[in-house]
């Protein structure tokens, strides 16, 4: 945490959530190397996700674990991911198969926009395996430089690894409502002083958190997509910040 206004937030979100558990950050490389030694497959999330449909890590797993030949599993992506914010363009949709799971199967190296972009650290899952010798081959220090480093090394990855899975509908998205960090600053965003880091902190010390249900069923037309945050009180919703 940067200061202890933030440390103490991640205090109340440990205690809401016993069964997770909060890792300090001291050295990011050091402590994600660390961590990536205890399962066989790797679910990166960063902290604008929002769910909006019961899905299966396990059936998601096993069809990752069927195909040898299959990069990861993006819960970003679907047939109604038809625009990439990022770019600030429209993206078509690959054309693909069925696995046996249910999971869509497509050739990533061909595609445009965030179908391209088969490696990424908001909201895929990987074999830890590949994780770790891809970290291995590089330095990071941060999520944001963790996924540029890996972007860096995905042109390797074309021949043996063409594939990616994907739910028919998005099963998240991230809501990219503001920047808090000072890397990527030319990263897009949005800019309302309402979903200022700040004022996010403040409305969390205040009780309020996510109605998280309120999103339940939506059908984001990107990876990245700017929404209003629907706010309830109570201590035992996902964090506002």
């Known amino acids: 945490a940067t200061n ?3 440390k103490a937030q991640y205090d109340t979100l440990a205690k809401t959530y016993p069964n ?29 996700n929002i769910f909006v449909r ?8 096993k069809s990752l674990g069927n195909d040898d030949n299959t990069l990861g599993v993006s819960l970003r992506l ?6 990439c914010y990022s770019l600030n363009q429209p993206q ?17 190296s061909g595609e ?29 220090t941060n999520p944001n430089t963790l996924e ?7 042109p390797a990855l074309r021949e043996p690894f063409p594939a990616l899975l994907c739910y028919e509908k998005s099963v998240t998205f991230c809501n990219p409502i503001n920047i808090v960090q000072t890397e990527y600053t030319n990263n897009r965003a949005g800019g309302k002083t309402q979903y200022s880091s700040a004022s996010l902190s403040a409305l969390f010390d205040s009780g309020q958190r996510i109605a998280v249900e309120r999103y339940d069923g939506y059908n984001s037309r990107a990876a990245h997509e700017e929404v209003e945050l629907y ?11």
Do not use: M
């Open 148 to 154: 540029a480093r890996l972007y860096d090394l995905l």
């Open 4 to 6: 202890p206004s933030h």
């Open 54 to 61: 019961p899905f299966s890590l396990q059936t998601a797993c």
């Open 231 to 241: 706010l309830k009180s109570g201590q035992n919703t996902g964090g506002a910040n």
């Open 20 to 48: 997770v558990v909060f890792h300090p950050e001291h050295q990011f490389q050091t402590q994600l190397k660390a961590i990536l030694q205890n399962a066989p497959y790797t679910l990166f999330l960063v902290d604008d």
């Open 78 to 83: 679907g047939t109604n991911t038809n625009y």
């Open 112 to 140: 445009e926009c965030d179908f391209n972009y088969a490696l990424e650290v908001s909201s895929s899952i990987y074999r830890t395996d590949l994780i770790q010798l891809l970290l291995s081959q590089t330095e990071f």
């Open 92 to 108: 078509r949709i690959p054309q693909y198969t069925r696995t046996p799971f249910g999971l869509l199967s497509y050739n990533w």
